[in-house]
């Protein structure tokens, strides 16, 4: 169906910003520069810029960067590592296939890891903590870096859906060892096709990923020093993702506002539960703008029904698929999650007069 207030309007972000993007397109095709070029290097030196570290390494996708960096961290066989139960199944998978062995931990109310219940999962075998940064905000890294400290353990940000935002002054994927990014189409900065990246301020870990991105071989020289793969980022899609860089300020200013028409719109609604934390140390760059209800699927449909496209994510735990091996079920605050949370329209090309629609339509739905 066209729908009047669209959950991302990918069509219409190109239309705004279409001569910078045609112009990049242009360079790039008309000389060739295809593979590996100054464009991919230039968006690697200015996304580690924005993101406060000293190095960036392009690669495909967001999970190709959370594998990498456990390789770089040295998981391997035996190796537990913690993640949460309540993240896209990517964060666990990497772990899986870097040999180790995923040890979940459930969630607080703001959807990220509850680090009081950390240290009662850590074991001899533990090796490092991957935090995931959900929704546009960051976990409790002061607590993290702290448990990481004593019992000696590699932190791995899981920051893909939280570029831009801040905790206690410190950047999403500048505390870790690495911070692991994703370029999906419908993130904050996203492509025109899948990609991500590693930020580090580790050089060992910045080469070995350089290297292990594009089959082990160094390019300079044509040695070869890992069993690597093929993940990198596409010469072409770095230099679309370095004219959107520019934008990021603007934008991530944009999303918060939405948030707080939101904010005002619905605030006070019995039942409803806002994504709102109160806490100055938090800067939140809204990814997605997350709203929970017992009535989540009711408030789905009607919301459908009349024009809003929402998004549902995880309906159902990872964990949950017995394909995938997972022995842990007792995890209550992501069992509640998958029933009661919903996404409502969040993104830059969104105008006031559609937010307010969506606003009217929630309200509607809770008088009735």
């Not at 593979?35 to 999970?63: C, D, P, W």
Request: hydrophobic residues 40%.
């Amino acid at each position: 169906m066209a729908y009047r207030v669209p959950f991302v309007d990918p069509g219409k972000n190109y239309r705004n910003i279409k001569d910078e993007i045609d112009a990049v397109y242009n360079e790039v095709m008309s000389k060739g520069d295809l593979i590996m070029r100054h464009q991919l290097a230039a968006f690697e030196q200015n996304f580690a810029n924005f993101v406060g570290t000293k190095y960036a390494v392009g690669l495909n996708s967001g999970y190709h960067a959370l594998l990498l960096s456990l390789i770089a961290g040295g998981i391997s066989g035996g190796d537990e590592v913690i993640v949460p139960a309540h993240t896209f199944v990517a964060t666990a998978s990497a772990v899986v296939n870097a040999g180790g062995t995923p040890v979940l931990v459930d969630v607080g109310p703001d959807y990220n890891i509850d680090t009081g219940k950390i240290e009662e999962k850590i074991t001899p075998n533990t090796k490092a903590i991957i935090p995931v940064h959900l929704n546009g905000r960051m976990a409790r890294m002061d607590t993290i870096a702290h448990l990481a400290d004593r019992y000696n353990l590699i932190v791995i940000e899981d920051a893909c859906q939280s570029l831009g935002a801040s905790f206690d002054g410190k950047n999403a994927g500048s505390v870790g060892l690495t911070g692991c990014w994703s370029f999906y189409p419908f993130k904050i900065l996203g492509g025109y096709g899948d990609g991500g990246a590693i930020t580090t301020n580790d050089p060992e870990v910045a080469r070995k990923a350089a290297l292990l991105r594009y089959n082990g071989e160094d390019r300079e020289t044509g040695e070869y020093h890992y069993h690597g793969m093929t993940c990198l980022l596409d010469n072409l899609q770095a230099a679309f993702l370095d004219v959107k860089l520019r934008h990021m300020p603007r934008w991530i200013e944009r999303r918060r506002a939405i948030t707080e028409k939101y904010r005002d719109g619905l605030g006070g609604i019995e039942g409803l539960f806002l994504p709102h934390f109160e806490d100055k140390r938090y800067y939140d760059v809204y990814q997605n703008y997350v709203i929970r209800t017992d009535r989540r699927d009711e408030l789905a449909s009607y919301l459908e029904e009349n024009g809003v496209e929402v998004l549902i994510h995880w309906r159902r735990p990872y964990y949950s698929y017995a394909e995938l091996g997972f022995i842990e079920r007792d995890f209550p605050e992501t069992e509640s999650i998958s029933k009661q949370v919903l996404s409502l329209p969040m993104n830059v090309e969104i105008e006031d007069a559609q937010v307010e629609y969506v606003i009217k339509y929630v309200r509607r739905f809770f008088k009735k």
